[in-house]
């Protein structure tokens, strides 16, 4: 049975640090994997979408690796700034049925 | 483009009371809906998988009969809370997705329920 994981689960950081958030699965049979952002009591927002054969992914200040053999994702967010705060989620797709597993997040504070 | 509309965005109704939540893919043909719920501080929870035209495949744990999904079109699904209590209050998200290349979810906004 699949488990994500994700540490760490809280993380806070003055404005301008370069930082990494990991996410870790046990099974290396994915379709793929995809990081999200989630703001108090708002919806996801999807950041970046990693597919099996893909080794990262960019966008902007947001760089996302993915080693499926060692079962890890980074999601690498250069020059934070305050309005990077949020829970960060990632989740992998195992299969057709297209069902996401997820990880229980990690809620990042970037301090002014 | 792939953009997933919920409505409504927030929804306070009474014990005892249904209420609906509607799920729309607007630029694409969703094939496939999930229903998410979450509680505060926790991730999501998967409740059900709907495949247009299909009866809903329900995750152990969630009572099919008190929350009735209808996927009746490729481009909208519905979640009904049937007999509405207290402890149904939570954020509901649905995802949609045409099970073809990126095979990403695109998820809609989420819809606040809270039952009084």
């Known amino acids: 049975k699949q488990e994500v994981t994700q540490i760490p689960a809280a993380l806070s950081v003055p404005e301008g640090e370069n930082l990494v958030l990991n996410c870790s699965f046990t099974d290396s049979a994915i379709y793929n994997l995809q990081w999200f952002r989630q703001d108090p009591g708002k919806g996801l927002t999807s950041l970046l979408l990693?597919?099996?054969s893909q080794r990262e992914q960019t966008s902007g200040r947001l760089n996302a690796s993915l080693d499926k053999s060692s079962g890890r994702s980074t999601l690498y967010i250069a020059a934070s700034q305050p309005g990077d705060s949020a829970t960060y989620l990632c989740a992998v797709n195992m299969d057709s049925n297209y069902q996401l597993i997820w990880g229980a997040g990690t809620k990042l504070i970037i301090k002014p | 483009g792939a953009v997933v509309s919920q409505h409504p965005s927030r929804v306070i109704c009474k014990s005892g009371t249904s209420v609906k939540i509607e799920c729309r893919s607007l630029d694409f043909q969703a094939t496939t809906m999930f229903w998410y719920r979450q509680f505060p501080k926790q991730s999501l929870m998967l409740m059900a998988t709907s495949n247009e035209g299909s009866k809903a495949t329900y995750e152990q744990g969630v009572e099919k009969d008190k929350f009735l999904i209808n996927h009746a079109s490729l481009t909208l699904s519905t979640l009904t809370v049937t007999s509405a209590h207290p402890e149904d209050s939570s954020f509901y998200i649905c995802?949609?997705?045409?099970?073809?290349?990126?095979?990403?979810?695109?998820f809609g906004p989420g819809t606040r329920l809270t039952v009084t």
């Open positions: 990693i597919q099996s």
């Open positions: 995802s949609a997705t045409n099970r073809g290349w990126p095979y990403e979810q695109y």
